[in-house]
């Protein structure tokens, strides 16, 4: 049985890594040929190209690891199916059962992998503050009777570069001074450190002029152009989350849609084992009067009909319609139901 069980893990790890690998290059190919106009005008938007598919390829691979594991199922008991191994098995005395557990065992590893991807590898290519200059921003600020200019904003060093503050009063309209800064710099939670100083400002009539090396101003005098971004809750890893959510419930604020996402890792974690409980006994519902292709277009079609339906009913959950624990966990709830179902039915 040890054996044996080898061999149908081995069998569904090679039809699961191979339709992963065929999605990927798919959705890939789609992409490329999506944007060949931008693609091959220049050697800097093929790099912006690459960039933006690196950066997407953990969204991509999120919404694939459900549906490889339910094809993979799928096409692992059709060719078993068609070899009549599935006989043999059963004459050895291995069940449905005892042939759904070595599956499991690998569908912990992927199911690993994707929790892994959503929660570590996203954030890593996605982070919140791009190491890159943010160019083509709202640069001019008016706020206290004050104009702010920024030359250029570096969020991952918390820097302005070739900053300037001009000073105005109203009845009758004039400047009254104008602050030019080289280097502008806030520590996340510190205060803002001036460098470069130069200060010009309107004294009965007279322009004054005055140079300083550093000046530092608290956190609440200067406007935050890069206020710190907490990152996406879909992204957070599950005891983050957590923390999360007990950080607001002591302050008082809404966690709902917090919760939803603590949910939704669970319900997540679960989605891959499930599929095999649903797609195992589907694929070998009609193998006797060689429906195998109406069977995997019946799981292709199951496989969109959970993503579509999980999603809809986590948007629901998010805005407040359904409970946190109905909006992600019924699609689960209801294929494994249906699982069962099919388990039962005689083949």
Do not use: C
């Not at 093929?46 to 969204?59: A, E, K």
């Not at 954030?123 to 190491?131: E, G, K, M, Q, Y």
Request: charged residues 15%; proline residues 6%.
């Amino acid at each position: 049985m040890h054996i044996l069980s080898k061999y149908i893990a081995r069998t569904f790890f090679s039809y699961w890594f191979f339709t992963m690998v065929a999605l990927v290059t798919f959705v890939i190919i789609a992409n490329v040929l999506g944007n060949l106009d931008n693609i091959f005008t220049g050697w800097n938007r093929f790099l912006v190209f690459l960039s933006d598919l690196l950066r997407s390829l953990p969204g991509i691979l999120d919404i694939l690891f459900p549906m490889t594991v339910l094809l993979a199922t799928v096409f692992t008991f059709t060719s078993f199916s068609r070899t009549s191994e599935l006989v043999a098995m059963r004459s050895a005395g291995l069940g449905p059962i005892g042939q759904i557990i070595p599956i499991l065992a690998v569908t912990t590893i992927i199911s690993a992998m994707d929790y892994a991807n959503q929660n570590y590898l996203f954030p890593v290519l996605n982070p919140i503050r791009d190491a890159q200059p943010i160019r083509g921003r709202t640069q001019w600020l008016a706020k206290d009777n004050k104009f702010y200019y920024f030359g250029e904003i570096l969020p991952n060093s918390a820097t302005i570069l070739s900053a300037r503050v001009i000073d105005w009063r109203d009845s009758p309209f004039a400047l009254t001074r104008i602050d030019n800064y080289e280097h502008v710099i806030h520590p996340e939670g510190g205060n803002w450190v001036l460098r470069g100083i130069t200060r010009r400002e309107l004294r009965e009539n007279l322009w004054s002029l005055q140079h300083e090396t550093e000046f530092v101003l608290p956190p609440d005098a200067f406007p935050d152009v890069f206020p710190f971004e907490e990152p996406d809750a879909h992204y957070m890893p599950f005891f983050d989350l957590s923390r999360k959510i007990r950080q607001l419930q002591s302050t008082g604020l809404p966690v709902e849609v917090y919760k939803v996402e603590w949910y939704q890792k669970l319900a997540a974690l679960f989605a891959p084992f499930i599929l095999v409980w649903f797609g195992a006994p589907l694929s070998q519902a009609h193998h006797r009067k060689g429906k195998a292709s109406g069977d995997l277009m019946i799981s292709i079609l199951g496989g969109l009909v959970f993503m579509i339906t999980t999603e809809i009913m986590f948007t629901l959950g998010k805005g407040g319609f359904l409970s946190p624990l109905l909006a992600t966990w019924s699609v689960n709830t209801a294929f494994l139901a249906l699982g069962a179902l099919l388990m039962l039915r005689p083949r």
